[in-house]
Each structure stands twice: as C-alpha cells, then as structure tokens.
C-alpha cells in the first residue's frame, strides 16, 4: 500500500469546471483489424522511410540545439503543398504549423477563445472542438445539423448571428458523418460570423469539393483553414497539423505557442514526408473508390451509409450500437461508436480490411 497509490481525482485541487469530464477517448484496442481512428492504412513507402530516417540522422548532429522556433523551412513547404494542390497561392506568412491539429486548434482557441468567450460548432462534429474548448475555458455553444446531418447553411448563419460566437468551427468533411459544405454554405456562415471562423480540413485531401483556401482572400480576418498530415498524408504517427490563414492570424497564436513546440526531428521527418507526397496521395484515390464500394455494399446488406466525402462512413441503424461495436470487436475488427443514436462509424481500410469488416457485418447483431 502506497500513498501515492491512493489518491483520487477527488483528492486533487482540480478545477471545478473540469470535474466529471472525459477524455478523449478512442479504445487502441489490440486487433487483426483497426478502422476506428481514420488513418490511412498503407504504411510509408521504403523510400519514405528512408528518406525519413536520413533526414532525421543528419539533423541529430544538432540535437543539443533548440529547433528553428519559427519552424520556417517547413512552413515553406507546406505552403508550397498548399498552393500546388489547390491552385491558391499561399507562403509561409499565411501558414503556421504544430504537433498535430489539435495543436492548431488548440492555439486558435487560446488566441482567440478563453474564459468570456465563446465557439460554437455544429454537432454532431469532432468530438475535441468542445473538449479544446473546456481546456481553454471558452464557453462552448453547440448548434444543430438536419436529421441527415448536412448542414443547413441559412439556419447556420443565423444562429451564428444570433449567439455572436468569438469562434465558429465547421468541420468539412463533417467528422463522423462524412459530408462537405459546399463554398456558397460556407459563405454564408462566414458573412454572419462576428468573430474567427475555422474551417477544420483535416480530411480535404478525400473530398470532391474545393477547399475553404478559395476565400481566404475575401475574408481574411476571419478564415483559418486548418489541415493536418495525420490522414491522406499517412503521418498520423510523425504528429504535424498545420493551418492557412492571414499573415496576422498567424502572428497572433505566436503569442501562445510554446517555443520551440515543434521538435528538431517532427520538423525534418515531416519534410522528408512532404517530398514523397504525390506517392502518399496517391492512395487518396484509391481508398475513396474503396470507400464507396464499402457504401454500396453496406447498403445491399440492408444498412444506410450516411453519404461521405472522407475516408469513413457513418452508417446505421442499430437498435444498439455499443453490443453491435462489441460484436465487431469479437470478430477482430475494430470500429467507432461516436455515440449518435442508431449508429456506427467505419474508417476505410485496405480492400482485405474492408472485405474483413462487410463480413463481419453480415454477422453483427442490429
Ligand atoms: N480534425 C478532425 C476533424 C479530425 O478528425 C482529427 C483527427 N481525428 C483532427 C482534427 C486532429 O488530428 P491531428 O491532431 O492528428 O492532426
């Protein structure tokens, strides 16, 4: 029996606005097949890898140095990425960089959020726009999608210019259900907006719509389009999230940042990655036609597969979810019960792992 065994929760001086939360809290579970977290399942190419792994020997003769605070070499390739692959001319001044989305939007909501603040999203979304937002103390306001969880633009803006939000996420393609808002929906919500508007792209590189980078020009004290390597770009494990926005959006989450936030080793490994990009991406192709075979023949099982624009699907109905999440468990494949009634979230896998998981759906208890 140890003391520092014993203490609780309860027994610490934790704030009261953080009590009875939960963390984020995707299962890892240990099975032949994992499409819970919206990965890209093709692991890095060897060519990668070795890139990688040169990259990161030729800058650990420096490791006893801080790294470049201002990451600016990176940020010059993510711009460089940015522009080529959405035909909007961006540079390093519009973009910024950190471990992982979260990170970002982390940032956004210390610069911009806080206590007497507040940001609203449309619900159901990505389950840390709120939790970031209890982190930060900024008041969170959830506002409603349509039955079929597309937004309605016009009901959108008017709650945004009702509540006056400091922040307003739109998460396009919606995670968990998979939809994008089209620019004409999203301008819309950005005209209403009173303060920061984030559209969150962490799964652009699937979607058939153009991204929100087209008017940043337009709106440029209130757009931050935020990206991340974590899924087309099959680095979920290198931690690299980063955003677009205006040149002062950028100088303003300088003043949040911790320094040097973005190793030596994430800077050069995510580098490396981007010069392999067109080999990563082209698994984007692949994965969205294996995406809507998935849909298809979820549907001919008798299931309703939300229509999706990213690499998972929404699909239902189950009278309970969490049993059938669990039959999938025992079957070996690993899904997401997001918690909306009725249904489950599939992440697409390899074709094996989707052939694995519509067998296992033949299975499944409804
Ligand atoms: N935004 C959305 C919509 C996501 O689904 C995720 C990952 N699940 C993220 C941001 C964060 O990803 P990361 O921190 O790996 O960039």
Redesign the pocket.
């Known amino acids: 029996e140890h003391a520092v065994d014993e203490v609780t929760l309860d027994d610490l001086p934790l704030r009261d606005d953080l009590r009875g939360r939960s963390p984020y809290g995707a299962p890892q579970l240990d099975v032949p097949v994992r499409l819970n977290?919206?990965e890209n399942p093709y692991p890095p190419p060897p060519e990668l890898v070795d890139d990688v792994t040169e990259a990161v020997r030729a800058v650990a003769t420096e490791l006893h140095r801080y790294p470049d605070r201002d990451a600016v070499a990176l940020r010059d390739d993510l711009a460089a990425y940015l522009s080529s692959s959405t035909g909007v001319e961006v540079g390093r001044r519009q973009v910024w960089a950190a471990n992982?989305?979260?990170?970002v939007?982390q940032q956004i909501l210390q610069a911009f959020g806080g206590p007497g603040r507040s940001a609203l999203g449309f619900e159901p979304s990505?389950s840390?726009h709120p939790i970031i937002s209890a982190g930060t103390r900024t008041e969170w306001l959830p506002a409603p999608r349509r039955d079929d969880f597309t937004l309605d633009a016009a009901e959108a803006a008017r709650i945004v210019a009702e509540r006056r939000p400091d922040i307003v996420f739109v998460?396009s393609p919606n995670?968990p259900t998979g939809g994008s808002i089209p620019l004409p929906e999203l301008e819309a919500v950005l005209e209403a907006a009173p303060g920061i508007v984030v559209v969150?792209e962490?799964?652009a590189e699937f979607s058939s719509q153009p991204s929100a980078l087209h008017l940043l020009d337009r709106y440029p004290a209130k757009l931050i389009v935020?990206r991340?390597?974590?899924?087309a770009f099959a680095f979920?494990g290198g931690?690299l999230?980063y955003l677009a926005a205006s040149a002062a959006v950028v100088d303003a989450l300088q003043l949040v940042r911790l320094p040097y936030h973005l190793s030596l080793l994430t800077q050069a490994a995510a580098r490396a990655a981007l010069r392999h990009a067109d080999a990563t991406l082209a698994s984007v192709a692949k994965l969205a036609a294996e995406r809507d075979r998935v849909a298809d023949a979820l549907q001919g099982l008798g299931f309703r597969p939300v229509p999706s624009d990213a690499n998972f699907i929404l699909f239902g109905r189950f009278a309970n979810p969490g049993a059938s999440w669990k039959s999938y468990v025992e079957q070996g494949v690993l899904i997401r019960d997001t918690g909306i009634e009725g249904h489950l979230r599939v992440t697409v896998g390899t074709p094996e792992e989707n052939d694995a998981f519509l067998e296992a759906s033949k299975e499944v208890g409804r």
């Open positions: 977290t919206n992982g989305s979260n990170e939007l990505y840390m998460t995670n969150d962490a799964y935020s991340t390597m974590s899924k979920a931690r999230g």
